[in-house]
Structure formats: C-alpha cells, structure tokens
T-cell receptor, first 109, second 114 residues
C-alpha cells in the first residue's frame, strides 16, 4: 500500500523565518510530487509540483525532491502570517493522488 | 481551484436519508476525482472517473456509496442511508486529459448527518 508520511506538527516559526516541511513516501516508483496548502474550512490549493530530483523554486517557495531517499520537502522563505495553514504532500501513483495527513504551520507575527 | 464547481456547499441530512453531491470540473477537464476528509484527518481517495467511465473506485466503501460522471452534466457522488460517520468534507478535483498531470480542487461539500 502506498503511503505518504508527514509530521503533523504543529510547526511554529517566527515571521520572516524559513519554514521547512518534510514528506516521505513509500512507493519508490512514484514520479510526481505535489504540495497543497489548505486553510481551515477551505479546499486544498496547489502550490507546487516537482518531477525531477533537485530543487524547484517559485517565489518564496522551494520544493526539493530526493528520489533515492524517497523524500520531498517544501521550504517557505520569509514566512508570513498568511502562510499559516496545513500543508499537504501528495504523490501520484497510478490513477490516484495519495495525500499525507498534512503539517500544520503557524507563523507567529 | 477556480473553476471546479461543487454543490451544495453544505448539506444536512438525517440518518437514513440520501445525500447527493455534485461536481462540475474545470472547463476542458475530463477527469474527476472524489476525496473525503474527516475532521482532523487527511484526504482519502474515493473514486476516479472519466466521462461515462469509472476508472478506479478502490477507495469507495462497498455499500451505500456510488459515483457517476454522465456524458452530460456534473459528476454525482451519492450516499444512501447516511450514518453519522459519513459526516465529512467531500472534495471533488479535476484534471485535464493530457499534459501536466495535476489536480485542482473544488470548494468542497460539507455533509453533516444528524
């Protein structure tokens, strides 16, 4: 069974700091990886996707993928209070997107 | 998630009634996924559909739950004889038939069974 593991947190960082969110997955054959942000009571919103080993940057967000170690991470630079949300890691396996349970992030002003 | 339309946004049903949740995918998208999210839990895959076809329903409970995506109209998730444990947020997502394989979520339907 394919699994996606995330530390549920909560993770607290001060405003302006770097938030680091981690995710591991069990299916070594997985090729596509996604990060979603979900505010309380709202639907998940796609932040980034990454397919290749290494880093992918988009504004304040950087996704990092290491297929050999089967982990994917999300770095948020210059964290803002508006970044406070639950971050969901997702892995595409076959026809399904497998989601972790999410990491709750709080950015303290 | 702009463009994936779900309704109703909130639905209250008594135990034993039926719940019908509707989802219209983004324009140009022909793949629909349904996920369930229980309070304080992650997203659980339920079913993946294309027009007139169920591709993968491995996440659907064996009884009381069904889904369809007809040639015309929205995808429908149907829950018969609801029980309190069905209370959850049900999210629909859609993806395009080709190209970058990502999914975009609708706003969700919150079902409360009383």
């Amino acid at each position: 069974q394919k699994e996606v593991e995330q530390n549920s947190g909560p993770l607290s960082v001060p405003e302006g700091a770097i938030a680091s969110l981690n995710c591991t997955y069990s299916d070594r054959g997985s090729q596509s990886f996604f990060w979603y942000r979900q505010y309380s009571g709202k639907s998940p919103e796609l932040i980034m996707f990454i397919y290749s080993n290494g880093d992918k940057e988009d504004g304040r967000f950087t996704a990092q993928l290491n297929k050999a170690s089967q982990y994917v991470s999300l770095l948020i630079r210059d964290s803002q209070p508006s970044d406070s949300a639950t971050y969901l890691c997702a892995v595409l396996g076959g026809n399904q997107f497998y989601f972790g349970t999410g990491t709750s992030l709080t950015v303290i002003p | 998630n702009a463009g994936v339309m779900q309704n109703p946004r909130h639905l209250v049903r008594r135990r034993g009634q039926e719940a019908r949740l509707r989802c219209s995918p983004m324009k140009g998208h022909s793949h629909v996924y349904w996920y369930r999210q229980l309070p304080e839990e992650g997203l659980k895959f339920m079913v993946y559909l294309q027009k007139e076809n169920i591709i993968d329903e491995s996440g659907m409970p064996k009884e009381r739950f069904s889904a369809e995506f007809p040639k015309e109209g929205p995808s429908i998730l149907r829950i018969q004889q609801v029980v309190r444990g069905d209370s959850a947020a049900y999210f629909c997502a859609s993806s395009p038939p080709t190209g970058a394989f990502t999914i975009y979520f609708g706003e969700g339907s919150w079902l409360t069974v009383v």
